[in-house]
Protein backbone atom coordinates (compact mmCIF):
# COMPACT_ATOMS: atom_id res chain seq x y z
CA UNK A 1 0.00 0.00 0.00
CA UNK A 2 0.94 3.78 -0.58
CA UNK A 3 1.87 6.26 1.61
CA UNK A 4 -0.60 8.35 3.08
CA UNK A 5 -0.35 11.59 2.02
CA UNK A 6 -1.30 14.67 4.38
CA UNK A 7 -2.22 17.99 2.97
CA UNK A 8 -1.60 21.47 5.21
CA UNK A 9 -4.29 24.23 3.89
CA UNK A 10 -4.79 27.30 5.64
CA UNK A 11 -4.82 31.19 4.73
CA UNK A 12 -1.30 33.10 5.08
CA UNK A 13 0.50 33.84 8.42
CA UNK A 14 -1.79 31.03 10.11
CA UNK A 15 1.70 29.19 10.97
CA UNK A 16 1.59 26.46 8.02
CA UNK A 17 5.40 26.40 7.20
CA UNK A 18 6.03 26.83 10.99
CA UNK A 19 4.06 23.71 11.44
CA UNK A 20 5.62 22.05 8.45
CA UNK A 21 9.24 22.42 9.21
CA UNK A 22 8.41 21.07 12.87
CA UNK A 23 6.68 17.39 11.75
CA UNK A 24 9.66 17.17 8.92
CA UNK A 25 12.18 18.15 10.72
CA UNK A 26 15.79 16.44 10.77
CA UNK A 27 14.03 14.10 8.09
CA UNK A 28 13.21 16.17 5.32
CA UNK A 29 14.21 14.47 2.72
CA UNK A 30 13.97 17.63 0.23
CA UNK A 31 16.44 19.39 2.36
CA UNK A 32 18.80 16.33 1.88
CA UNK A 33 22.09 17.04 -0.64
CA UNK A 34 20.11 14.52 -2.71
CA UNK A 35 20.91 15.31 -6.53
CA UNK A 36 17.94 16.31 -8.59
CA UNK A 37 15.67 16.69 -5.74
CA UNK A 38 13.98 20.07 -5.90
CA UNK A 39 14.91 22.34 -2.65
CA UNK A 40 11.80 23.98 -2.36
CA UNK A 41 9.94 22.73 0.47
CA UNK A 42 6.88 21.51 -0.90
CA UNK A 43 7.05 17.90 0.62
CA UNK A 44 8.82 15.73 3.36
CA UNK A 45 8.09 12.29 4.81
CA UNK A 46 7.24 12.15 8.54
CA UNK A 47 6.89 9.08 10.32
CA UNK A 48 5.01 9.41 13.97
CA UNK A 49 4.19 6.52 16.21
CA UNK A 50 5.74 3.87 13.50
CA UNK A 51 3.37 5.24 10.70
CA UNK A 52 4.98 7.08 7.64
CA UNK A 53 3.00 9.52 5.92
CA UNK A 54 4.01 11.78 3.09
CA UNK A 55 3.17 15.97 3.97
CA UNK A 56 2.42 18.30 1.54
CA UNK A 57 2.55 22.28 2.23
CA UNK A 58 0.21 23.84 -0.51
CA UNK A 59 1.73 27.09 0.71
CA UNK A 60 1.94 30.03 -1.84
CA UNK A 61 -0.81 32.25 -0.76
CA UNK A 62 0.63 36.00 -1.12
CA UNK A 63 -1.48 38.70 0.60
CA UNK A 64 -2.33 40.89 -1.91
CA UNK A 65 -6.23 41.50 -1.04
CA UNK A 66 -8.90 39.10 0.58
CA UNK A 67 -10.73 38.68 -2.91
CA UNK A 68 -7.33 37.16 -4.05
CA UNK A 69 -6.53 35.35 -1.03
CA UNK A 70 -9.85 33.50 -1.14
CA UNK A 71 -9.19 32.54 -4.93
CA UNK A 72 -6.03 30.93 -4.14
CA UNK A 73 -7.11 29.25 -0.74
CA UNK A 74 -9.74 27.80 -3.05
CA UNK A 75 -7.50 26.35 -5.91
CA UNK A 76 -5.06 25.30 -2.77
CA UNK A 77 -7.93 23.67 -0.88
CA UNK A 78 -8.80 22.18 -4.15
CA UNK A 79 -5.20 20.94 -4.69
CA UNK A 80 -5.01 19.76 -1.36
CA UNK A 81 -8.51 17.91 -2.11
CA UNK A 82 -7.55 15.77 -5.39
CA UNK A 83 -4.42 14.96 -3.89
CA UNK A 84 -4.43 13.87 -0.48
CA UNK A 85 -5.81 11.02 1.78
CA UNK A 86 -6.26 14.11 5.06
CA UNK A 87 -6.52 17.56 4.61
CA UNK A 88 -5.04 19.09 7.90
CA UNK A 89 -6.84 22.93 7.73
CA UNK A 90 -4.55 25.55 10.02
CA UNK A 91 -6.95 28.38 11.60
CA UNK A 92 -5.46 31.66 13.66
CA UNK A 93 -6.88 31.03 17.20
CA UNK A 94 -5.11 35.12 17.52
CA UNK A 95 -7.10 36.16 14.79
CA UNK A 96 -10.48 34.51 15.32
CA UNK A 97 -12.68 32.84 12.47
CA UNK A 98 -12.69 34.67 9.57
CA UNK A 99 -14.95 34.75 6.43
CA UNK A 100 -12.21 32.98 4.42
CA UNK A 101 -11.93 30.30 7.01
CA UNK A 102 -15.66 29.39 6.63
CA UNK A 103 -15.51 29.58 2.61
CA UNK A 104 -12.96 27.21 2.39
CA UNK A 105 -14.30 24.81 5.05
CA UNK A 106 -17.58 24.57 3.28
CA UNK A 107 -15.37 23.20 0.17
CA UNK A 108 -13.57 20.95 2.07
CA UNK A 109 -16.83 19.48 4.00
CA UNK A 110 -18.15 18.96 0.62
CA UNK A 111 -15.17 17.28 -0.55
CA UNK A 112 -16.37 14.22 1.84
CA UNK A 113 -11.86 13.66 2.68
CA UNK A 114 -11.20 13.53 5.98
CA UNK A 115 -10.70 17.20 7.38
CA UNK A 116 -8.58 17.75 10.85
CA UNK A 117 -9.22 20.99 12.38
CA UNK A 118 -5.98 22.64 13.59
CA UNK A 119 -6.49 25.83 15.69
CA UNK A 120 -2.72 27.10 16.15
CA UNK A 121 -1.10 29.77 18.21
CA UNK A 122 -2.72 28.59 21.05
CA UNK A 123 -0.06 29.14 23.64
CA UNK A 124 -1.61 29.17 26.64
CA UNK A 125 -4.62 26.04 26.01
CA UNK A 126 -6.44 27.03 29.84
CA UNK A 127 -6.64 30.81 29.07
CA UNK A 128 -7.16 30.36 25.11
CA UNK A 129 -10.11 26.95 25.11
CA UNK A 130 -13.21 29.46 24.82
CA UNK A 131 -11.23 30.98 21.31
CA UNK A 132 -10.86 27.32 20.23
CA UNK A 133 -13.87 26.59 20.58
CA UNK A 134 -15.61 29.12 18.34
CA UNK A 135 -14.21 27.40 15.65
CA UNK A 136 -16.85 24.59 16.59
CA UNK A 137 -18.80 27.09 14.18
CA UNK A 138 -16.96 25.61 10.66
CA UNK A 139 -19.16 22.11 11.20
CA UNK A 140 -15.99 20.16 10.20
CA UNK A 141 -15.18 18.84 13.85
CA UNK A 142 -13.58 18.76 17.00
CA UNK A 143 -10.62 21.35 16.41
CA UNK A 144 -7.26 20.48 17.98
CA UNK A 145 -5.34 23.62 19.56
CA UNK A 146 -1.67 23.58 18.90
CA UNK A 147 1.26 25.74 19.46
CA UNK A 148 3.42 24.89 16.11
CA UNK A 149 6.09 27.35 17.04
CA UNK A 150 6.61 25.43 20.89
CA UNK A 151 5.29 22.34 19.86
CA UNK A 152 2.49 21.83 21.90
CA UNK A 153 -0.33 19.80 21.41
CA UNK A 154 1.02 18.22 18.31
CA UNK A 155 1.13 14.88 19.55
CA UNK A 156 -3.21 14.54 20.00
CA UNK A 157 -3.21 16.38 16.43
CA UNK A 158 -1.39 13.62 14.72
CA UNK A 159 -2.99 10.78 16.44
CA UNK A 160 -5.98 12.09 14.87
CA UNK A 161 -4.12 12.19 11.74
CA UNK A 162 -3.52 9.16 11.73
CA UNK A 163 -6.81 7.95 12.99
CA UNK A 164 -7.81 9.45 9.47
CA UNK A 165 -6.19 7.24 7.48
CA UNK A 166 -7.33 3.97 8.25
CA UNK A 167 -10.97 5.51 7.04
CA UNK A 168 -9.83 7.42 4.10
CA UNK A 169 -7.58 4.26 3.16
CA UNK A 170 -9.79 1.34 3.75
CA UNK A 171 -11.11 0.82 0.60
CA UNK A 172 -7.70 -0.55 -0.99
CA UNK A 173 -7.48 -3.85 -1.69
CA UNK A 174 -3.71 -5.42 -2.37
CA UNK A 175 -3.84 -5.52 -6.37
CA UNK A 176 -1.08 -7.57 -7.93
CA UNK A 177 -1.08 -5.45 -10.63
CA UNK A 178 1.98 -3.43 -11.70
CA UNK A 179 1.11 0.21 -11.38
CA UNK A 180 2.42 2.78 -13.83
CA UNK A 181 2.70 6.10 -13.76
CA UNK A 182 3.74 8.60 -16.51
CA UNK A 183 5.30 11.90 -14.98
CA UNK A 184 6.61 14.99 -16.76
CA UNK A 185 6.35 18.88 -17.24
CA UNK A 186 3.20 19.79 -18.25
CA UNK A 187 2.30 20.19 -21.82
CA UNK A 188 5.01 17.05 -22.79
CA UNK A 189 2.73 14.58 -23.67
CA UNK A 190 1.52 12.61 -21.08
CA UNK A 191 -2.44 12.27 -21.91
CA UNK A 192 -1.42 11.93 -25.47
CA UNK A 193 1.11 8.66 -24.99
CA UNK A 194 -2.09 7.46 -22.67
CA UNK A 195 -4.49 8.22 -25.57
CA UNK A 196 -2.48 6.35 -27.58
CA UNK A 197 -2.10 3.51 -25.89
CA UNK A 198 -5.74 3.18 -25.36
CA UNK A 199 -7.08 4.11 -28.70
CA UNK A 200 -4.54 2.36 -30.85
CA UNK A 201 -5.71 -1.07 -29.93
CA UNK A 202 -8.62 -0.25 -27.82
CA UNK A 203 -6.82 -1.87 -24.89
CA UNK A 204 -8.86 -0.27 -22.36
CA UNK A 205 -10.66 -2.67 -19.90
CA UNK A 206 -12.14 -0.70 -17.31
CA UNK A 207 -12.00 2.38 -15.00
CA UNK A 208 -10.78 1.52 -11.09
CA UNK A 209 -11.26 4.80 -8.56
CA UNK A 210 -8.04 6.01 -7.86
CA UNK A 211 -8.04 4.05 -4.42
CA UNK A 212 -8.21 6.61 -2.13
CA UNK A 213 -8.15 9.43 -4.66
CA UNK A 214 -10.57 11.08 -6.74
CA UNK A 215 -8.35 10.48 -10.24
CA UNK A 216 -9.53 7.87 -12.00
CA UNK A 217 -7.19 4.84 -12.92
CA UNK A 218 -6.31 3.17 -16.31
CA UNK A 219 -6.62 -0.74 -16.72
CA UNK A 220 -4.66 -1.50 -19.96
CA UNK A 221 -4.37 -4.94 -21.07
CA UNK A 222 -1.38 -5.76 -23.37
CA UNK A 223 0.00 -8.90 -24.85
CA UNK A 224 -2.48 -11.06 -22.30
CA UNK A 225 -1.31 -8.53 -19.23
CA UNK A 226 -2.87 -5.92 -17.03
CA UNK A 227 -1.42 -2.64 -15.73
CA UNK A 228 -2.83 0.22 -13.75
CA UNK A 229 -1.90 3.14 -15.34
CA UNK A 230 -1.80 6.33 -12.77
CA UNK A 231 -3.83 9.27 -13.50
CA UNK A 232 -1.15 12.00 -13.57
CA UNK A 233 -3.19 14.98 -15.30
CA UNK A 234 -3.99 15.35 -11.32
CA UNK A 235 -6.37 18.41 -11.16
CA UNK A 236 -9.23 18.48 -13.51
CA UNK A 237 -9.67 22.53 -13.35
CA UNK A 238 -7.11 24.39 -14.46
CA UNK A 239 -4.84 26.59 -11.95
CA UNK A 240 -4.94 30.16 -12.30
CA UNK A 241 -1.87 30.53 -10.49
CA UNK A 242 0.48 30.24 -13.27
CA UNK A 243 3.78 31.01 -11.27
CA UNK A 244 2.76 28.06 -8.64
CA UNK A 245 2.05 25.88 -11.80
CA UNK A 246 5.48 23.89 -10.71
CA UNK A 247 5.10 23.81 -7.44
CA UNK A 248 1.59 21.89 -7.88
CA UNK A 249 2.91 19.83 -10.69
CA UNK A 250 5.56 18.50 -8.19
CA UNK A 251 2.96 17.68 -5.25
CA UNK A 252 0.75 15.93 -7.97
CA UNK A 253 3.89 14.30 -9.24
CA UNK A 254 4.89 13.11 -5.78
CA UNK A 255 1.21 11.94 -5.32
CA UNK A 256 1.71 9.56 -8.51
CA UNK A 257 5.07 8.41 -7.79
CA UNK A 258 4.15 7.10 -4.00
CA UNK A 259 1.90 4.89 -5.67
CA UNK A 260 3.47 3.43 -8.61
CA UNK A 261 5.98 0.32 -9.20
CA UNK A 262 7.49 1.51 -12.06
CA UNK A 263 8.20 5.74 -13.35
CA UNK A 264 8.07 6.51 -17.33
CA UNK A 265 9.74 10.03 -17.07
CA UNK A 266 8.12 11.71 -20.08
CA UNK A 267 10.61 14.48 -21.96
CA UNK A 268 9.95 16.69 -24.77
CA UNK A 269 12.61 15.63 -27.60
CA UNK A 270 12.55 19.01 -28.80
CA UNK A 271 13.07 21.34 -25.43
CA UNK A 272 15.90 18.59 -24.48
CA UNK A 273 15.55 17.61 -20.85
CA UNK A 274 15.42 20.48 -18.18
CA UNK A 275 16.36 21.12 -14.58
CA UNK A 276 12.77 20.33 -13.82
CA UNK A 277 12.40 17.21 -15.80
CA UNK A 278 15.43 16.54 -12.66
CA UNK A 279 13.59 17.60 -9.91
CA UNK A 280 10.57 15.09 -10.86
CA UNK A 281 13.40 12.34 -11.63
CA UNK A 282 14.64 13.05 -8.20
CA UNK A 283 11.38 12.44 -6.88
CA UNK A 284 11.47 8.79 -8.01
CA UNK A 285 14.71 8.01 -7.60
CA UNK A 286 14.44 9.31 -3.94
CA UNK A 287 11.82 6.72 -3.47
CA UNK A 288 13.69 4.06 -5.38
CA UNK A 289 10.90 3.11 -7.60
CA UNK A 290 11.57 1.79 -10.97
CA UNK A 291 12.69 4.00 -13.88
CA UNK A 292 12.17 4.62 -17.90
CA UNK A 293 13.04 7.55 -19.08
CA UNK A 294 10.71 8.44 -22.55
CA UNK A 295 12.39 10.62 -24.88
CA UNK A 296 8.86 12.30 -26.70
CA UNK A 297 8.29 13.93 -30.00
CA UNK A 298 11.46 12.47 -31.39
CA UNK A 299 9.66 11.97 -34.78
CA UNK A 300 10.03 15.99 -34.80
CA UNK A 301 13.66 15.90 -34.49
CA UNK A 302 15.91 16.37 -37.53
CA UNK A 303 18.32 13.36 -37.09
CA UNK A 304 21.72 11.97 -37.99
CA UNK A 305 23.54 9.00 -37.44
CA UNK A 306 24.94 10.99 -33.66
CA UNK A 307 21.81 12.13 -32.67
CA UNK A 308 20.47 9.59 -30.42
CA UNK A 309 24.26 9.01 -28.73
CA UNK A 310 24.30 12.74 -28.31
CA UNK A 311 20.77 13.16 -26.53
CA UNK A 312 21.52 10.02 -24.82
CA UNK A 313 24.61 11.87 -23.27
CA UNK A 314 22.92 14.70 -22.88
CA UNK A 315 20.24 12.89 -20.31
CA UNK A 316 22.75 11.18 -18.95
CA UNK A 317 25.08 13.68 -17.88
CA UNK A 318 21.68 15.99 -16.27
CA UNK A 319 20.06 12.88 -14.75
CA UNK A 320 24.13 11.55 -13.91
CA UNK A 321 22.56 10.25 -10.17
CA UNK A 322 20.50 7.72 -11.89
CA UNK A 323 22.48 5.89 -14.60
CA UNK A 324 20.74 3.09 -14.34
CA UNK A 325 17.63 4.63 -16.01
CA UNK A 326 16.41 2.85 -19.08
CA UNK A 327 16.39 5.86 -21.90
CA UNK A 328 13.69 5.12 -25.08
CA UNK A 329 12.88 7.40 -27.61
CA UNK A 330 9.15 7.42 -28.34
CA UNK A 331 6.37 9.57 -30.36
CA UNK A 332 3.01 9.27 -28.69
CA UNK A 333 1.32 10.88 -31.59
CA UNK A 334 3.12 8.48 -34.25
CA UNK A 335 2.94 5.32 -31.56
CA UNK A 336 7.04 5.26 -32.47
CA UNK A 337 8.26 2.59 -30.26
CA UNK A 338 5.15 1.93 -28.09
CA UNK A 339 5.79 -2.11 -27.63
CA UNK A 340 8.87 -1.13 -26.87
CA UNK A 341 8.36 0.74 -24.05
CA UNK A 342 5.62 -1.91 -22.53
CA UNK A 343 9.01 -4.79 -23.11
CA UNK A 344 10.98 -1.92 -21.31
CA UNK A 345 8.67 -1.63 -18.13
CA UNK A 346 7.98 -5.65 -17.86
CA UNK A 347 11.97 -6.14 -17.88
CA UNK A 348 12.13 -3.06 -15.14
CA UNK A 349 9.56 -4.55 -13.14
CA UNK A 350 11.18 -8.15 -12.76
CA UNK A 351 14.58 -6.07 -12.22
CA UNK A 352 12.56 -4.45 -8.60
CA UNK A 353 11.46 -7.80 -7.83
CA UNK A 354 15.00 -9.48 -8.15
CA UNK A 355 16.06 -11.39 -5.38
CA UNK A 356 19.94 -12.55 -5.12
CA UNK A 357 21.19 -15.51 -3.56
CA UNK A 358 23.06 -14.55 0.00
CA UNK A 359 25.89 -16.66 -1.07
CA UNK A 360 26.39 -15.47 -4.43
CA UNK A 361 26.07 -12.27 -3.44
CA UNK A 362 29.26 -12.57 -0.30
CA UNK A 363 31.07 -14.39 -3.39
CA UNK A 364 31.04 -11.02 -5.81
CA UNK A 365 31.53 -8.76 -2.27
CA UNK A 366 34.95 -10.47 -1.39
CA UNK A 367 36.11 -10.76 -5.43
CA UNK A 368 35.70 -6.88 -5.40
CA UNK A 369 37.64 -6.19 -2.13
CA UNK A 370 40.59 -8.15 -3.51
CA UNK A 371 40.39 -6.21 -6.85
CA UNK A 372 40.44 -2.95 -4.82
CA UNK A 373 41.44 -2.29 -1.09
CA UNK A 374 38.68 -0.85 0.86
CA UNK A 375 39.74 2.21 2.19
CA UNK A 376 41.74 3.44 6.11
CA UNK A 377 41.74 6.01 7.90
CA UNK A 378 44.42 6.92 10.15
CA UNK A 379 45.80 3.48 10.08
CA UNK A 380 42.07 1.88 10.68
CA UNK A 381 40.79 -0.25 7.65
CA UNK A 382 37.46 -0.56 6.89
CA UNK A 383 36.52 -4.46 6.65
CA UNK A 384 33.89 -5.98 5.30
CA UNK A 385 32.29 -9.11 6.94
CA UNK A 386 28.87 -10.14 4.94
CA UNK A 387 26.29 -8.88 2.92
CA UNK A 388 22.85 -9.91 2.05
CA UNK A 389 19.48 -8.83 0.63
CA UNK A 390 16.59 -8.31 2.84
CA UNK A 391 13.94 -6.42 0.52
CA UNK A 392 12.80 -5.54 -3.11
CA UNK A 393 11.20 -2.57 -4.81
CA UNK A 394 14.00 -1.30 -4.43
CA UNK A 395 16.12 -4.16 -4.16
CA UNK A 396 17.96 -3.71 -1.15
CA UNK A 397 20.87 -4.91 0.88
CA UNK A 398 22.62 -5.20 4.24
CA UNK A 399 26.53 -4.57 4.70
CA UNK A 400 27.65 -5.39 7.92
CA UNK A 401 31.37 -3.88 8.45
CA UNK A 402 33.42 -2.93 11.16
CA UNK A 403 33.36 0.49 11.55
CA UNK A 404 30.26 2.69 9.60
CA UNK A 405 32.94 6.17 9.41
CA UNK A 406 34.69 3.92 7.45
CA UNK A 407 32.48 3.20 4.36
CA UNK A 408 33.20 6.04 2.02
CA UNK A 409 30.32 6.53 -0.66
CA UNK A 410 32.45 6.07 -3.65
CA UNK A 411 33.14 2.34 -1.91
CA UNK A 412 29.29 1.49 -1.68
CA UNK A 413 29.04 2.88 -5.13
CA UNK A 414 31.99 0.52 -6.22
CA UNK A 415 30.26 -2.30 -4.80
CA UNK A 416 26.75 -1.71 -6.19
CA UNK A 417 28.67 -1.40 -9.70
CA UNK A 418 30.11 -4.98 -9.10
CA UNK A 419 26.84 -6.30 -8.41
CA UNK A 420 25.19 -4.95 -11.34
CA UNK A 421 27.92 -6.04 -13.79
CA UNK A 422 26.40 -9.37 -12.76
CA UNK A 423 23.25 -8.96 -12.26
CA UNK A 424 22.38 -5.61 -14.45
CA UNK A 425 19.59 -4.72 -12.19
CA UNK A 426 18.39 -2.07 -14.83
CA UNK A 427 15.60 0.43 -14.10
CA UNK A 428 16.01 0.38 -10.30
CA UNK A 429 17.58 1.97 -7.76
CA UNK A 430 19.88 -0.25 -5.11
CA UNK A 431 19.54 0.54 -1.57
CA UNK A 432 22.34 0.08 0.64
CA UNK A 433 22.26 0.23 4.35
CA UNK A 434 25.49 -0.32 6.44
CA UNK A 435 25.36 -1.77 9.55
CA UNK A 436 28.47 -2.08 12.39
CA UNK A 437 29.87 -5.33 13.87
CA UNK A 438 32.05 -5.70 16.70
CA UNK A 439 35.59 -7.91 15.26
CA UNK A 440 34.19 -10.64 18.11
CA UNK A 441 30.99 -10.58 16.93
CA UNK A 442 31.94 -10.58 13.29
CA UNK A 443 33.56 -14.19 13.59
Not at 32 to 39: A, E, N, Q, W
Amino acid sequence: MSKPIVAIVGRPNVGKSTLFNALAGENISIVKDTPGVTRDRIYADVEWLNTNFTLIDTGGIEPDSSDIILSQMRDQAQIAIDTADVIMFMVDCKQGLVDADAKVADMLRRSHKPVVLVVNKVDNFEKSMADVYEFYNLGIGDPYPISASNKLGIGDMLDHVIACFDESMGDETEDERPRIAIVGKPNVGKSSLINKILGEKRLIVSNIAGTTRDAVDTVVKWNGSEYVFIDTAGLRRKSKIKEELERYSIIRTVSAVDRADVVVLLIDAVEGVTEQDAKIAGIAHDRGKGIVIAVNKWDAIEKDDKTIYKYTQDVRQTLSYMPYAEILFISAETGQRVPKLFETIDMVIQNQSMRVATGVLNEIMAEAVALQQPPSDKGKRLRLYYITQVAVKPPTFVIFVNDKELMHFSYTRYLENKIRDTFGFKGTSLKFIIRERKEKDAK
